[in-house]
Nanobody, 121 residues
Framework: QVQLVESGGGLVQPGGSLRLSCAAS????????MGWYRQAPGKQRELVAA???????KYEYSVKGRFTISRDNAKNTVYLQMTSLKPEDTAVYYC???????????????WGQGTQVTVSS
């Protein structure tokens, strides 16, 4: 019954900005890392950014300096602020959370349904 719901995607012009949000809800005991992946049509899914529970971050090389990942632990929410967007950023963006639904379970990766980001003039 854990659910991750993304929002904030849409159509934006090159050089524009978007802020994606992903809120986790349901039975959640604890959340370790959270992140954002993206997948363009015909291409494999790739990690865009990830953030640990204590705030450590990592980014895919092509988005460094343009994207910023953050999280609000109190709200079980992860954000991706995207600036200077390029057409090659066009993809479905999926959030993930590595979490325990209960204290008795192993850490499991959960996925959102994805939100479309299209960068085009």
């Amino acid at each position: 019954q854990v659910q991750l719901v993304e929002s904030g995607g849409g159509l934006v012009q090159p050089g524009g900005s978007l802020r994606l949000s992903c809120a986790a809800s349901g039975s959640i005991f604890s959340i370790d890392a959270m992140g954002w992946y993206r997948q363009a049509p015909g291409k494999q899914r790739e990690l865009v950014a990830a953030i640990t529970s204590d705030g450590s971050t990592k980014y895919e090389y092509s988005v460094k300096g343009r994207f910023t990942i953050s999280r609000d632990n109190a709200k079980n929410t992860v954000y991706l602020q995207m600036t200077s967007l390029k057409p090659e950023d066009t993809a479905v963006y999926y959030c993930n959370a590595d979490l325990k639904a209960t204290k008795w379970e192993f850490v499991t990766r959960y996925w959102g349904q994805g939100t479309q980001v299209t960068v085009s003039s």
